[in-house]
Each structure stands twice: as structure tokens, then as C-alpha cells.
């Protein structure tokens, strides 16, 4: 099996950034204006999701989370969908936190999907996210996360599982996981490498 990147989940830094709080626990939210360099070396973070960022803010964020070794991971959405991104880090920070069984998501799952894409696309629908793939043509699908919620049974958790690994490269992965508190339908997180 795998080693998790951080043992204790009590023990787990994380913080989520965008231009606006939307529905986030504000124990984790940091204003984007306020996301300065010298704030993510105090902080110690292991994992930072942000959102929103212009390409100036991104490099500072990514040159300030190397010097940390903290993992960052830029979440956006091909419609520009505010909600989607909202419950795609919400979700994901909850299943980190969460000791629900499977027990089997990790800020490392993260840290690979950051490390092998260009852009991270979050849905929280996964007829939209199947769509999307099905129509996409702005680079090869490396990998993804996918959180199934309450209402899901094994068999459509297994169905969704086969449809998104139908897109994905042969040499991507997906992990795959339940979060049963999760918010939506579901939570959809895809690393796609551009074209050249």
C-alpha cells in the first residue's frame, strides 16, 4: 500500500484562498489579498487550495509554497463555475479531515495530480464532468479525484468510476473514495496536461 503524507489528520494544515469566502469554514479561508508570501511561510501549510489567483499572485503563491514545502494545487473550472470549485475544495478538505472509510484520500493523491497537470478542473456533477471530457480538447487527462456522496450506491459509484477512467490517459490514475457529507452530487477533481 501507500504511506499517507500526513499521519494524524489532527495534525493537518490546510487553507483554502479565493477572491471571495463563498461558503467556506472560515477556520481554513484565506482572502487571496491577503495570501502574501510571508503568511504562507508562518503558516506552515501542508496542503493550500486556491482559486482565482492571476498569473502574478500564482507565481508568488507557487515560488512561497516551494520554500515551505507545502503542496499547492490551483483549482479552476472550464465554465468559469464559482459553486463547482466551492464544493470540489470543500468536499476534498472535508474527506482529508474526515476518517470516514475508505480511508484511502490523501494530501499525497493531491500533490501527484498537482505535480503531473497543467490545470486541475473541479465539477460537482459528474454528468457535467463526463460531458466536459467527452467535448474536451485542451490536453490529455493525467488523472483524477472523485468523491462519491450520500446518495450514491455501489453500483453508479463503480459506473462513474469506469466512465472517467474511459478519458483519462492510459498512463493517469484515478482515486476514487466516498464522502458521504459531501455537497452536490458528487466531487470531481481532473488534471489535464496541455497540448503542444
Known amino acids: 500500500m501507500f504511506e499517507p503524507l500526513i499521519a494524524d489528520r489532527d495534525e493537518l494544515k490546510l ?15 484565506i482572502p ?35 520554500k515551505s514545502a507545502t503542496v499547492v494545487a490551483f483549482v479552476e473550472s472550464p465554465s468559469a463555475d464559482m459553486t463547482a470549485i466551492w464544493d470540489v475544495m470543500v468536499n476534498l ?25 497543467d490545470v486541475l478542473f473541479a465539477f460537482n456533477c459528474k454528468n457535467t464532468a463526463i460531458d466536459y471530457l467527452a467535448d474536451q480538447d485542451s490536453g490529455e487527462v493525467v488523472g483524477g479525484i472523485y468523491l462519491a456522496h450520500r446518495h450514491t450506491d455501489l453500483a453508479e459509484y463503480e459506473s462513474t468510476n469506469q466512465q472517467l477512467l474511459r478519458y483519462i490517459s492510459a498512463y493517469g490514475y484515478l482515486s476514487s473514495s466516498v464522502y458521504r457529507r459531501g455537497r452536490a452530487d458528487s466531487t470531481i477533481l481532473l488534471g489535464i496536461r496541455a497540448l503542444l
Open 93 to 117: 478538505s472535508g474527506k482529508l479531515f474526515s476518517n470516514e472509510m475508505p480511508d484511502n484520500i490523501d494530501v499525497a493523491d493531491v500533490r501527484n495530480l498537482v505535480q503531473d497537470s
Open 15 to 29: 487553507g483554502i484562498s479565493a477572491p471571495e469566502a463563498g461558503s467556506v469554514d472560515q477556520e481554513y479561508f
Open 32 to 66: 487571496l489579498s491577503q495570501l502574501s508570501k510571508a503568511l504562507i511561510l508562518d503558516s506552515s501549510f501542508d496542503l493550500l487550495l486556491v482559486s482565482g489567483a492571476s498569473p502574478q499572485q500564482a507565481q508568488i503563491v507557487t515560488a512561497s509554497c516551494e
